[in-house]
Each structure stands twice: as C-alpha cells, then as structure tokens.
C-alpha cells in the first residue's frame, strides 16, 4: 500500500479561515440567488498587473487574483455589478475598507466593470438567510448618495 507524502508547507490557520469565508460567499450568493460574474483570469491578470506588482498578486488561479485585489465575488444587479469581500472581524473589515479604497483597487475594479465593493461584515456563526443581502441591496439602492466602497453589516 503506498502513501502520499504532502511536499507542501502547511497553510497557516488565518489563510485556511480566508478560504473558508471565501467558499462561503461564493456558496452564500449562489444559496441567495444572485447571479454572479466570474472574468478570465488572463482579462484579470492583464488589469491587475496595469496597477500592482506581481508581489502582491496571488496568481495562482482566477479566484485567488481576485481575493488579492479584494474580491470574492462579483454579483450582478441589473446593470450594476457589485464585488463582495467578507470577514467576521469588525477590525479587519475596517482595515479592508481602508486598503480597497485605494485608488489602484478602485481602478482595477473599474477595469473589470465593477461599479462597487461591499465589505461584508459576517456573523461569527455565517447564520444569514437569503433576505439578508436582499434586504442589504435594496438598503443600498435606497441611497441618495452611493459610496464605491461601503460596509455592510449582514
């Protein structure tokens, strides 16, 4: 009987919670019903390398390149498209939405025909229904004056 000897270095606990939530979103929006985007990782590489450095791009596949540009997931509503980026941490949501801010992400979410970022802010126990984000887009849509990037307590 042969085993399999992993070569790999073991992920660190905080990049194995980050791919948790971010199959999570990406099952969230799917159990919500929203329709969701997902660009060519060549179209991504080719906007993302325009605005940062390869070091600090993950691009080993499409979705990590996004989650280093700050997006999990791009929903579509009508004709606005919308990414969502989540955490649990009321501290590192704030961190994101002071780094996503950044001119750079912001014209590479234009390149990529995003018009806005959310930065989820998740409950500890990912309890949400599929009113949640519903409730929080029609919150948003209510807005007089619409912010490119926001926070959204689910």
Partial sequence: MQT???TTVPETQTATKLMKLTQWIKAYATYAGVTTVKPELNFVMTV???????????????DELLRSVGIDVIAQYGSERVAWLGSTSEPEVEEMLEKYQQPAY?????ALGVDYLWIL?????????????????VEFSDMDEKTECIIIDL
Avoid: C, M, P
């Fill in 4 to 6: 399999s000897i992993s």
């Fill in 48 to 62: 993302a390398r325009s605005y940062l450095s390869d070091e600090q791009l993950d691009i080993s596949g499409v």
């Fill in 106 to 110: 912001s014209h590479i979410r234009k």
């Fill in 121 to 137: 802010k998740i409950q500890d126990d990912l309890g949400h229904t599929k009113n949640d984000i519903f409730e929080a887009f």
